[in-house]
């Protein structure tokens, strides 16, 4: 008998705790864990936006009637983690893109970038190549606040600020090609 009025009062303490509170009546942790699963029902939903690369190529090809460049540092995460860098054909579309984001947002450029780590080296030469073709005034500066974070590709970062990395306005247009996706 006692085991069943255990079980009544669970089932009741259950069944009471599940019932939406009236307005007002949360206590300050209640709130805050309800407010701790709305923001992670969001980044879950963000990591679904981006989950294949037919939505990558969307919002990229949305992206001149809707820009936000907030949503960057994301897409640039799903593009590593869908493997769309290791595809040659494509990476070039992919490091164009992320440098004309960072290029026509320069006061957010450092924000975004930020964002994007931590990041495989396998894909920093892509961002490297972004910052680097981002038509940036002070492209060099920002690739050098970033050096740190990406030691494995100190060797090309290092070709770019001081070697003979070719920034996109130093590529020929005439008469050749010249390989952009070569690591």
């Given at each position: 008998m006692?085991?069943?009025?255990?079980?009544?009062?669970?089932?009741?303490?259950?069944?009471?705790?599940?019932?939406?509170?009236a307005p007002?009546?949360?206590?300050?942790?209640?709130?805050?864990?309800?407010?701790?699963?709305?923001?992670?029902?969001?980044?879950?939903?963000?990591?679904?936006?981006?989950?294949?690369?037919?939505?990558?190529?969307k919002?990229?090809?949305?992206?001149r009637?809707?820009?936000?460049?907030e949503?960057?540092?994301?897409?640039?995460?799903a593009?590593?983690?869908l493997?769309?860098?290791?595809d040659l054909?494509?990476?070039?579309?992919?490091?164009?893109?992320?440098?004309?984001?960072l290029?026509?947002?320069?006061?957010?450029?450092e924000?975004?970038?930020?964002?994007?780590?931590?990041m495989?080296?396998?894909?920093?030469?892509?961002?490297?190549?972004?910052?680097?073709?981002?038509?940036?005034?002070?492209?060099?500066s920002?690739?050098?606040r970033?050096v740190?974070?990406?030691?494995?590709?100190?060797g090309?970062?290092?070709?770019y600020?001081?070697?003979?990395?070719?920034?996109?306005?130093?590529?020929?247009?005439?008469?050749?090609?010249?390989?952009?996706?070569?690591?």
């Amino acid at each position: 008998m006692r085991s069943l009025a255990t079980y009544l009062g669970l089932s009741l303490a259950v069944a009471f705790a599940s019932w939406p509170a009236a307005p007002g009546a949360l206590g300050a942790t209640q709130q805050k864990a309800r407010a701790a699963n709305l923001v992670h029902k969001q980044q879950r939903a963000e990591k679904e936006e981006f989950s294949k690369p037919e939505a990558v190529l969307k919002f990229i090809n949305d992206y001149r009637s809707d820009p936000q460049p907030e949503k960057l540092p994301e897409l640039v995460r799903a593009m590593g983690n869908l493997g769309l860098f290791r595809d040659l054909d494509m990476a070039g579309v992919h490091v164009g893109f992320i440098a004309g984001v960072l290029g026509s947002n320069p006061q957010l450029t450092e924000r975004l970038i930020t964002e994007m780590f931590p990041m495989p080296p396998e894909d920093q030469v892509v961002l490297i190549k972004a910052i680097a073709f981002s038509g940036l005034a002070n492209w060099k500066s920002v690739l050098e606040r970033f050096v740190e974070r990406m030691p494995a590709r100190a060797g090309l970062i290092r070709k770019y600020l001081y070697g003979d990395g070719k920034i996109l306005n130093d590529l020929p247009l005439e008469g050749s090609s010249f390989v952009l996706d070569a690591h």
